[in-house]
Protein backbone atom coordinates (compact mmCIF):
# COMPACT_ATOMS: atom_id res chain seq x y z
CA UNK A 1 0.00 0.00 0.00
CA UNK A 2 2.85 2.52 0.80
CA UNK A 3 5.16 1.88 -2.11
CA UNK A 4 5.99 5.11 -2.66
CA UNK A 5 8.05 7.47 -1.45
CA UNK A 6 5.64 10.33 -0.98
CA UNK A 7 2.62 8.06 0.53
CA UNK A 8 5.37 6.91 3.29
CA UNK A 9 6.46 10.26 3.97
CA UNK A 10 2.50 10.85 5.01
CA UNK A 11 2.04 8.27 6.71
CA UNK A 12 5.13 9.02 8.56
CA UNK A 13 3.96 12.81 9.31
CA UNK A 14 0.68 11.89 9.99
CA UNK A 15 1.66 9.35 12.73
CA UNK A 16 4.09 11.99 14.30
CA UNK A 17 1.64 14.08 14.41
CA UNK A 18 -0.80 12.15 15.75
CA UNK A 19 1.77 10.54 18.70
CA UNK A 20 2.56 14.45 19.43
CA UNK A 21 -0.97 15.25 19.56
CA UNK A 22 -1.70 12.74 21.18
CA UNK A 23 0.53 13.45 24.23
CA UNK A 24 0.30 17.23 24.29
CA UNK A 25 -3.90 16.57 24.40
CA UNK A 26 -3.42 14.19 27.59
CA UNK A 27 -1.04 16.18 29.17
CA UNK A 28 -3.06 19.42 28.53
CA UNK A 29 -6.41 17.43 28.67
CA UNK A 30 -5.37 16.05 32.28
CA UNK A 31 -4.61 19.48 33.87
CA UNK A 32 -7.76 21.28 32.13
CA UNK A 33 -9.82 18.88 33.57
CA UNK A 34 -8.32 18.72 37.06
CA UNK A 35 -8.81 22.88 36.90
CA UNK A 36 -11.91 21.94 35.83
CA UNK A 37 -12.75 19.86 38.10
CA UNK A 38 -11.26 21.86 40.44
CA UNK A 39 -13.92 25.10 39.06
CA UNK A 40 -16.79 22.65 39.25
CA UNK A 41 -16.49 22.02 42.83
CA UNK A 42 -16.15 25.99 43.23
CA UNK A 43 -18.88 26.80 41.89
CA UNK A 44 -21.28 24.36 43.45
CA UNK A 45 -19.93 24.97 47.25
CA UNK A 46 -21.40 28.69 47.74
CA UNK A 47 -24.93 27.50 46.86
CA UNK A 48 -24.43 24.44 48.77
CA UNK A 49 -23.21 26.02 52.01
CA UNK A 50 -25.96 28.37 51.75
CA UNK A 51 -28.29 25.82 51.66
CA UNK A 52 -26.78 24.29 54.57
CA UNK A 53 -26.68 27.45 56.69
CA UNK A 54 -30.57 27.86 55.65
CA UNK A 55 -31.34 24.45 57.10
CA UNK A 56 -29.34 24.94 59.99
CA UNK A 57 -30.84 28.29 60.90
CA UNK A 58 -34.35 26.46 61.10
CA UNK A 59 -32.48 24.32 63.74
CA UNK A 60 -31.84 20.81 61.44
CA UNK A 61 -28.76 18.90 62.89
CA UNK A 62 -26.24 17.80 60.11
CA UNK A 63 -27.34 14.70 59.98
CA UNK A 64 -30.84 15.65 58.85
CA UNK A 65 -29.28 18.32 56.57
CA UNK A 66 -27.02 15.62 54.76
CA UNK A 67 -29.95 13.66 54.39
CA UNK A 68 -32.10 16.52 52.68
CA UNK A 69 -28.82 16.75 50.31
CA UNK A 70 -28.08 13.39 49.62
CA UNK A 71 -30.67 13.18 45.93
CA UNK A 72 -28.91 16.40 45.34
CA UNK A 73 -25.31 14.88 45.86
CA UNK A 74 -26.01 12.16 43.52
CA UNK A 75 -27.06 14.16 40.77
CA UNK A 76 -24.06 16.14 40.82
CA UNK A 77 -21.75 13.03 41.00
CA UNK A 78 -20.23 14.27 44.72
CA UNK A 79 -20.64 13.90 47.99
CA UNK A 80 -21.28 16.56 50.34
CA UNK A 81 -19.04 16.80 54.35
CA UNK A 82 -20.25 19.07 57.10
CA UNK A 83 -16.73 19.56 58.58
CA UNK A 84 -16.05 20.80 61.43
CA UNK A 85 -12.91 23.21 61.68
CA UNK A 86 -10.84 20.80 63.52
CA UNK A 87 -11.47 18.89 60.71
CA UNK A 88 -13.38 15.97 61.50
CA UNK A 89 -16.22 14.91 59.33
CA UNK A 90 -19.78 15.68 61.31
CA UNK A 91 -22.34 14.32 58.95
CA UNK A 92 -21.73 13.36 55.46
CA UNK A 93 -24.16 12.10 52.68
CA UNK A 94 -21.33 8.87 52.62
CA UNK A 95 -21.99 7.73 55.86
CA UNK A 96 -18.51 5.97 55.58
CA UNK A 97 -17.16 9.84 56.13
CA UNK A 98 -18.24 9.92 59.58
CA UNK A 99 -15.43 10.74 62.40
CA UNK A 100 -13.03 11.07 60.05
CA UNK A 101 -10.54 13.70 59.72
CA UNK A 102 -9.76 15.55 57.44
CA UNK A 103 -6.90 17.40 56.59
CA UNK A 104 -7.36 21.25 55.42
CA UNK A 105 -3.88 22.26 53.84
CA UNK A 106 -4.83 24.67 51.04
CA UNK A 107 -6.27 28.32 51.78
CA UNK A 108 -7.22 30.42 48.41
CA UNK A 109 -9.12 33.05 48.89
CA UNK A 110 -12.36 34.46 47.07
CA UNK A 111 -15.32 36.96 46.96
CA UNK A 112 -17.10 34.69 49.10
CA UNK A 113 -14.90 34.31 51.93
CA UNK A 114 -11.76 31.87 52.30
CA UNK A 115 -12.37 28.21 50.44
CA UNK A 116 -10.40 25.55 51.54
CA UNK A 117 -9.39 23.18 48.98
CA UNK A 118 -6.93 20.36 47.62
CA UNK A 119 -6.63 16.65 47.83
CA UNK A 120 -7.93 14.04 50.05
CA UNK A 121 -8.02 10.41 51.12
CA UNK A 122 -11.47 8.07 51.36
CA UNK A 123 -11.64 6.06 54.27
CA UNK A 124 -11.77 3.39 51.27
CA UNK A 125 -8.18 4.59 50.08
CA UNK A 126 -9.29 6.68 46.97
CA UNK A 127 -7.79 10.31 46.45
CA UNK A 128 -10.26 12.30 45.93
CA UNK A 129 -10.77 16.17 45.14
CA UNK A 130 -12.05 18.15 47.88
CA UNK A 131 -13.52 22.24 48.01
CA UNK A 132 -14.57 23.44 51.58
CA UNK A 133 -16.67 26.99 52.60
CA UNK A 134 -16.39 28.07 56.06
CA UNK A 135 -19.72 29.31 57.68
CA UNK A 136 -19.84 31.25 60.86
CA UNK A 137 -21.76 29.92 63.43
CA UNK A 138 -25.38 30.56 63.30
CA UNK A 139 -27.92 30.77 66.11
CA UNK A 140 -30.28 28.23 66.46
CA UNK A 141 -32.73 26.43 69.01
CA UNK A 142 -29.78 26.41 71.66
CA UNK A 143 -28.82 30.02 70.73
CA UNK A 144 -25.54 29.08 69.02
CA UNK A 145 -23.98 26.55 66.39
CA UNK A 146 -20.15 25.68 66.06
CA UNK A 147 -18.69 27.16 63.06
CA UNK A 148 -18.38 24.51 60.30
CA UNK A 149 -17.31 23.86 56.49
CA UNK A 150 -19.49 22.51 54.10
CA UNK A 151 -17.06 20.69 51.51
CA UNK A 152 -17.90 18.86 48.46
CA UNK A 153 -15.99 16.09 47.41
CA UNK A 154 -15.89 14.01 44.57
CA UNK A 155 -13.29 11.38 42.82
CA UNK A 156 -10.89 12.70 40.11
CA UNK A 157 -13.65 10.52 37.21
CA UNK A 158 -16.75 11.61 38.72
CA UNK A 159 -15.61 15.23 39.12
CA UNK A 160 -14.15 14.92 35.20
CA UNK A 161 -16.99 12.87 33.66
CA UNK A 162 -19.04 15.94 33.55
CA UNK A 163 -16.33 18.30 32.65
CA UNK A 164 -15.39 15.67 30.12
CA UNK A 165 -18.79 16.04 28.58
CA UNK A 166 -18.78 19.69 28.29
CA UNK A 167 -15.43 19.95 26.56
CA UNK A 168 -15.93 16.94 24.30
CA UNK A 169 -17.33 18.77 21.20
CA UNK A 170 -14.42 21.47 21.66
CA UNK A 171 -11.73 18.52 21.57
CA UNK A 172 -13.52 16.53 18.69
CA UNK A 173 -13.47 20.06 16.56
CA UNK A 174 -9.64 21.02 17.63
CA UNK A 175 -8.76 17.14 16.56
CA UNK A 176 -10.79 17.49 13.72
CA UNK A 177 -9.34 20.32 12.41
CA UNK A 178 -5.82 19.95 13.46
CA UNK A 179 -5.53 16.58 11.79
CA UNK A 180 -6.66 18.42 8.73
CA UNK A 181 -4.68 21.00 8.88
CA UNK A 182 -1.55 18.41 9.48
CA UNK A 183 -2.20 15.95 6.95
CA UNK A 184 -2.55 19.33 4.63
CA UNK A 185 0.85 20.25 5.60
CA UNK A 186 2.40 16.21 5.36
CA UNK A 187 0.99 16.48 1.64
CA UNK A 188 2.64 19.82 0.90
CA UNK A 189 6.26 18.81 2.74
CA UNK A 190 6.08 15.04 1.28
CA UNK A 191 5.39 17.13 -2.05
CA UNK A 192 8.15 19.31 -1.96
CA UNK A 193 10.45 16.35 -1.05
CA UNK A 194 9.14 13.88 -3.58
CA UNK A 195 8.75 15.92 -6.65
CA UNK A 196 12.66 16.70 -6.89
CA UNK A 197 13.11 13.41 -7.04
CA UNK A 198 10.74 12.61 -8.95
CA UNK A 199 12.32 14.37 -11.40
CA UNK A 200 15.54 13.40 -11.23
CA UNK A 201 14.14 9.84 -11.83
CA UNK A 202 12.43 10.77 -14.96
CA UNK A 203 15.82 12.48 -15.88
CA UNK A 204 17.41 9.12 -14.80
CA UNK A 205 15.83 7.20 -17.29
CA UNK A 206 16.09 9.68 -20.21
CA UNK A 207 19.42 8.74 -19.58
CA UNK A 208 19.17 4.82 -19.82
CA UNK A 209 16.97 5.78 -23.04
CA UNK A 210 20.52 7.40 -24.71
CA UNK A 211 19.29 11.26 -23.91
CA UNK A 212 22.66 12.90 -22.18
CA UNK A 213 21.58 16.48 -22.79
CA UNK A 214 19.46 16.81 -19.54
CA UNK A 215 20.27 19.28 -17.20
CA UNK A 216 18.50 19.44 -13.84
CA UNK A 217 17.81 22.67 -12.09
CA UNK A 218 16.83 22.40 -8.22
CA UNK A 219 16.70 25.06 -5.93
CA UNK A 220 15.66 22.92 -2.95
CA UNK A 221 16.05 21.30 -0.49
CA UNK A 222 19.69 21.37 0.16
CA UNK A 223 20.15 17.33 -0.02
CA UNK A 224 17.88 16.82 -3.20
CA UNK A 225 20.20 20.11 -4.90
CA UNK A 226 23.07 18.15 -4.48
CA UNK A 227 21.87 15.04 -5.71
CA UNK A 228 20.90 17.29 -8.64
CA UNK A 229 24.47 18.71 -9.09
CA UNK A 230 25.96 15.29 -8.52
CA UNK A 231 23.03 14.08 -11.65
CA UNK A 232 24.52 16.60 -13.74
CA UNK A 233 28.14 16.15 -13.23
CA UNK A 234 27.18 12.40 -13.81
CA UNK A 235 25.51 12.94 -16.91
CA UNK A 236 28.18 15.31 -18.25
CA UNK A 237 30.77 12.30 -17.67
CA UNK A 238 28.45 9.65 -19.07
CA UNK A 239 27.79 11.56 -22.23
CA UNK A 240 31.64 12.44 -22.14
CA UNK A 241 32.58 8.33 -21.18
CA UNK A 242 29.46 7.96 -24.03
CA UNK A 243 31.70 9.95 -26.99
CA UNK A 244 34.95 8.73 -25.87
CA UNK A 245 33.99 5.61 -26.52
CA UNK A 246 32.18 6.65 -30.01
CA UNK A 247 35.61 8.44 -30.58
CA UNK A 248 37.91 5.37 -29.64
CA UNK A 249 35.70 3.13 -31.85
CA UNK A 250 35.90 5.16 -34.45
CA UNK A 251 39.24 6.29 -33.85
CA UNK A 252 40.55 2.68 -33.64
CA UNK A 253 38.74 1.88 -37.05
CA UNK A 254 40.41 4.45 -39.02
CA UNK A 255 43.83 3.63 -37.18
CA UNK A 256 43.23 -0.58 -38.70
CA UNK A 257 41.63 0.87 -41.57
CA UNK A 258 44.59 2.79 -43.19
CA UNK A 259 47.19 -0.74 -42.73
CA UNK A 260 44.63 -3.32 -43.67
CA UNK A 261 44.07 -1.37 -47.09
CA UNK A 262 47.60 -1.58 -47.42
CA UNK A 263 48.01 -5.42 -46.53
CA UNK A 264 45.29 -6.73 -48.19
CA UNK A 265 45.97 -4.47 -51.69
CA UNK A 266 49.31 -5.30 -51.58
CA UNK A 267 49.32 -9.28 -50.68
CA UNK A 268 46.19 -9.23 -53.88
CA UNK A 269 49.20 -7.94 -55.92
CA UNK A 270 51.39 -10.23 -54.69
CA UNK A 271 48.56 -12.70 -55.36
CA UNK A 272 47.54 -12.06 -58.68
CA UNK A 273 50.81 -10.84 -60.36
CA UNK A 274 50.12 -7.61 -60.53
CA UNK A 275 53.94 -7.20 -58.95
CA UNK A 276 55.66 -8.68 -61.07
CA UNK A 277 59.88 -8.87 -61.23
CA UNK A 278 61.69 -9.43 -57.49
CA UNK A 279 61.58 -5.11 -56.65
CA UNK A 280 58.05 -5.06 -57.10
CA UNK A 281 57.55 -8.21 -54.80
CA UNK A 282 59.89 -6.87 -52.49
CA UNK A 283 58.50 -3.49 -52.45
CA UNK A 284 54.96 -5.04 -51.30
CA UNK A 285 56.07 -7.44 -49.00
CA UNK A 286 57.91 -4.51 -47.46
CA UNK A 287 54.99 -2.25 -46.95
CA UNK A 288 52.84 -5.44 -45.87
CA UNK A 289 55.65 -5.54 -43.08
CA UNK A 290 55.61 -2.11 -41.82
CA UNK A 291 51.54 -1.85 -41.79
CA UNK A 292 51.96 -4.96 -39.70
CA UNK A 293 53.95 -3.40 -37.28
CA UNK A 294 52.14 -0.56 -36.93
CA UNK A 295 49.40 -2.43 -36.36
CA UNK A 296 51.32 -4.45 -34.00
CA UNK A 297 52.09 -1.00 -32.20
CA UNK A 298 48.33 0.13 -32.23
CA UNK A 299 47.28 -3.49 -30.47
CA UNK A 300 50.29 -3.19 -27.89
CA UNK A 301 49.79 0.30 -27.10
CA UNK A 302 45.96 -0.46 -26.39
CA UNK A 303 46.43 -3.27 -24.51
CA UNK A 304 49.34 -1.14 -22.66
CA UNK A 305 46.21 1.55 -22.03
CA UNK A 306 43.44 -0.80 -20.68
CA UNK A 307 45.91 -2.74 -18.40
CA UNK A 308 47.37 0.78 -16.59
CA UNK A 309 43.88 2.08 -16.74
CA UNK A 310 42.49 -0.94 -14.80
CA UNK A 311 44.75 -1.09 -12.31
CA UNK A 312 46.26 -4.78 -14.21
CA UNK A 313 50.17 -2.94 -14.60
CA UNK A 314 51.28 -3.01 -10.97
CA UNK A 315 54.43 -0.23 -10.97
CA UNK A 316 57.46 -0.91 -9.21
CA UNK A 317 57.90 0.32 -6.02
CA UNK A 318 61.48 1.27 -5.83
CA UNK A 319 64.13 4.32 -5.42
CA UNK A 320 64.67 5.83 -8.87
CA UNK A 321 67.50 7.93 -9.78
CA UNK A 322 65.54 10.37 -11.88
CA UNK A 323 68.69 12.37 -13.22
CA UNK A 324 70.37 8.56 -14.55
CA UNK A 325 67.25 8.21 -15.98
CA UNK A 326 66.72 11.56 -18.00
CA UNK A 327 70.47 10.43 -18.80
CA UNK A 328 69.60 7.19 -20.54
CA UNK A 329 66.74 9.25 -22.31
CA UNK A 330 68.92 11.41 -24.02
CA UNK A 331 71.53 9.52 -24.53
CA UNK A 332 69.53 6.72 -26.48
CA UNK A 333 68.05 9.56 -28.90
CA UNK A 334 71.40 11.95 -29.36
CA UNK A 335 72.13 10.24 -32.52
CA UNK A 336 68.62 10.31 -34.08
CA UNK A 337 68.49 14.22 -33.00
CA UNK A 338 72.16 14.80 -34.52
CA UNK A 339 71.03 13.13 -37.80
CA UNK A 340 67.78 15.32 -38.02
CA UNK A 341 70.12 18.48 -37.41
CA UNK A 342 68.31 19.24 -34.00
CA UNK A 343 70.66 19.99 -30.68
CA UNK A 344 69.19 18.18 -27.96
CA UNK A 345 70.56 19.11 -24.54
CA UNK A 346 70.45 17.95 -20.98
CA UNK A 347 69.81 20.61 -17.94
CA UNK A 348 69.76 18.39 -14.80
CA UNK A 349 71.24 19.23 -11.47
CA UNK A 350 71.53 16.93 -8.48
CA UNK A 351 68.11 15.45 -8.34
CA UNK A 352 66.13 13.58 -5.09
CA UNK A 353 65.21 10.05 -5.57
CA UNK A 354 61.37 9.46 -6.59
CA UNK A 355 59.37 6.38 -5.87
CA UNK A 356 58.31 4.60 -8.67
CA UNK A 357 58.69 2.11 -11.65
CA UNK A 358 62.35 3.43 -13.68
CA UNK A 359 61.29 1.76 -16.81
CA UNK A 360 58.25 3.73 -17.04
CA UNK A 361 59.13 6.56 -15.72
CA UNK A 362 61.73 6.31 -18.89
CA UNK A 363 59.04 5.26 -21.11
CA UNK A 364 57.32 8.52 -20.41
CA UNK A 365 60.49 10.60 -20.81
CA UNK A 366 60.93 8.60 -24.24
CA UNK A 367 57.74 9.70 -25.43
CA UNK A 368 57.75 12.92 -24.99
CA UNK A 369 61.21 13.63 -26.81
CA UNK A 370 60.16 11.23 -29.32
CA UNK A 371 57.26 13.17 -30.21
CA UNK A 372 59.57 16.54 -29.80
CA UNK A 373 62.16 15.37 -32.69
CA UNK A 374 59.22 14.34 -35.02
CA UNK A 375 57.76 18.13 -34.71
CA UNK A 376 61.21 20.14 -34.56
CA UNK A 377 63.25 20.91 -37.87
CA UNK A 378 66.48 20.85 -38.50
CA UNK A 379 68.21 23.72 -36.78
CA UNK A 380 65.60 23.67 -34.11
CA UNK A 381 66.32 22.87 -30.31
CA UNK A 382 64.83 20.15 -27.48
CA UNK A 383 65.76 21.02 -24.14
CA UNK A 384 65.43 18.56 -21.12
CA UNK A 385 65.27 20.02 -17.32
CA UNK A 386 64.56 19.12 -13.99
CA UNK A 387 64.61 20.57 -10.50
CA UNK A 388 63.00 19.72 -7.10
CA UNK A 389 60.25 22.40 -6.03
CA UNK A 390 59.43 22.77 -2.57
CA UNK A 391 56.95 25.52 -2.49
CA UNK A 392 53.75 25.56 -3.86
CA UNK A 393 54.45 29.35 -5.33
CA UNK A 394 57.25 28.10 -7.48
CA UNK A 395 55.24 24.85 -8.79
CA UNK A 396 52.30 27.37 -9.35
CA UNK A 397 55.07 29.70 -11.25
CA UNK A 398 55.97 26.71 -13.79
CA UNK A 399 52.59 25.41 -14.25
CA UNK A 400 49.53 26.60 -12.42
CA UNK A 401 47.89 23.70 -13.48
CA UNK A 402 50.25 21.54 -11.09
CA UNK A 403 49.91 23.75 -8.06
CA UNK A 404 47.27 21.33 -5.92
CA UNK A 405 47.59 18.16 -8.15
CA UNK A 406 51.36 17.13 -6.51
CA UNK A 407 52.16 16.91 -3.19
CA UNK A 408 55.74 19.07 -2.74
CA UNK A 409 58.43 18.54 -2.42
CA UNK A 410 58.32 17.17 -5.95
CA UNK A 411 60.56 17.20 -8.99
CA UNK A 412 59.64 18.49 -12.22
CA UNK A 413 60.49 17.54 -15.42
CA UNK A 414 60.26 19.72 -18.57
CA UNK A 415 60.88 18.97 -22.13
CA UNK A 416 60.76 21.74 -24.76
CA UNK A 417 61.00 21.95 -28.35
CA UNK A 418 61.16 24.85 -31.05
CA UNK A 419 59.12 23.05 -33.06
CA UNK A 420 55.45 24.50 -34.85
CA UNK A 421 53.87 24.26 -31.77
CA UNK A 422 50.08 23.62 -30.70
CA UNK A 423 47.52 25.64 -31.46
CA UNK A 424 45.17 26.93 -28.51
CA UNK A 425 41.82 25.43 -29.37
CA UNK A 426 44.17 21.90 -29.56
CA UNK A 427 45.68 21.71 -26.13
CA UNK A 428 42.38 20.66 -24.06
CA UNK A 429 42.74 17.35 -26.62
CA UNK A 430 46.13 16.92 -26.46
CA UNK A 431 46.34 13.62 -23.78
CA UNK A 432 43.06 11.87 -25.00
CA UNK A 433 43.76 8.90 -27.36
CA UNK A 434 43.67 8.40 -30.97
CA UNK A 435 44.36 12.34 -31.10
CA UNK A 436 47.09 13.88 -33.09
CA UNK A 437 46.91 17.52 -33.81
CA UNK A 438 48.61 17.05 -37.55
CA UNK A 439 47.08 14.23 -38.82
CA UNK A 440 48.41 13.81 -42.44
CA UNK A 441 51.98 14.81 -40.95
CA UNK A 442 51.72 12.36 -38.27
CA UNK A 443 50.47 9.40 -40.23
CA UNK A 444 53.74 9.64 -42.03
CA UNK A 445 56.09 9.27 -38.70
CA UNK A 446 54.38 5.73 -37.39
CA UNK A 447 52.43 7.54 -34.89
CA UNK A 448 48.86 6.19 -33.39
CA UNK A 449 48.09 9.04 -31.06
CA UNK A 450 48.27 6.60 -27.95
CA UNK A 451 51.54 8.06 -26.47
CA UNK A 452 50.66 11.19 -24.32
CA UNK A 453 47.72 8.84 -22.76
CA UNK A 454 49.95 5.89 -21.79
CA UNK A 455 51.96 8.61 -20.25
CA UNK A 456 49.49 10.68 -18.86
CA UNK A 457 48.22 7.32 -17.20
CA UNK A 458 51.81 6.14 -16.08
CA UNK A 459 52.56 9.85 -14.42
CA UNK A 460 49.14 9.52 -12.37
CA UNK A 461 50.07 5.97 -11.04
CA UNK A 462 53.15 7.87 -9.79
CA UNK A 463 51.23 10.28 -7.70
CA UNK A 464 52.35 13.09 -10.53
CA UNK A 465 51.03 15.08 -13.00
CA UNK A 466 51.52 15.64 -16.82
CA UNK A 467 50.59 19.04 -18.26
CA UNK A 468 51.74 21.02 -22.07
CA UNK A 469 52.41 25.15 -22.63
CA UNK A 470 52.82 25.80 -26.19
CA UNK A 471 52.59 28.64 -28.54
CA UNK A 472 52.06 28.03 -32.01
CA UNK A 473 54.94 28.92 -34.44
CA UNK A 474 57.38 29.24 -31.30
CA UNK A 475 57.46 25.67 -29.24
CA UNK A 476 55.74 22.86 -26.85
CA UNK A 477 56.91 22.40 -23.69
CA UNK A 478 55.77 19.19 -21.49
CA UNK A 479 55.67 19.58 -17.87
CA UNK A 480 55.97 16.25 -15.37
CA UNK A 481 55.88 16.77 -11.98
CA UNK A 482 56.85 13.91 -9.50
CA UNK A 483 56.57 13.71 -5.73
CA UNK A 484 59.93 12.95 -4.17
CA UNK A 485 60.17 9.54 -2.25
CA UNK A 486 58.82 10.02 1.55
CA UNK A 487 62.30 9.70 3.09
CA UNK A 488 64.36 11.66 1.51
CA UNK A 489 61.85 14.65 0.47
CA UNK A 490 61.40 14.80 4.17
CA UNK A 491 65.17 14.99 5.02
CA UNK A 492 65.71 17.36 1.88
CA UNK A 493 62.70 19.40 3.19
CA UNK A 494 64.02 20.13 6.87
CA UNK A 495 67.18 21.42 5.66
Not at 166 to 195: E, K, P, Q, T, W
Request: charged share 20%; aromatic share 4%.
Amino acid sequence: MLRSLRSRLIASYVFLIAICLTIVGVILGVSLLQRAAYARLRAAVVPTALFVRNLQQRGLPPQEIVRRMDEQAQAQGLDILIISHQGEVLAATDESWRGQRVSLRKIVASREGEIVEGRITSPWGTRLYFVAWPMKGTAGEDGNSPPVLVALVTTPWRGMRAVIGDLAVGFVVASVLAAIISLLLAVLIARSISRPLQRVTAATEEIARGNYDLTLNITSPDEVRRLAASFNSMARQVKASRQAQRDFVANVSHELKTPLTSIQGYSQAILDGTARGEEAVQRAAGIIHDEAGRMRRLVEGLLDLARIESGQVVMAQETVDLGQVLGDCVDKLALRAQEGGITLSLDVPDLPPVLGDGDRLAQVITNLLDNALKHTPSGGRVTVEAEEVREAQALRAIEPALDSAVSLPAVVVTVSDTGCGIPPEELSRIFERFYQVDKSRASGKSGVGLGLAIAQEIVAAHGGRIAVQSVAGVGTKFIVALPVSGREGVERQSR
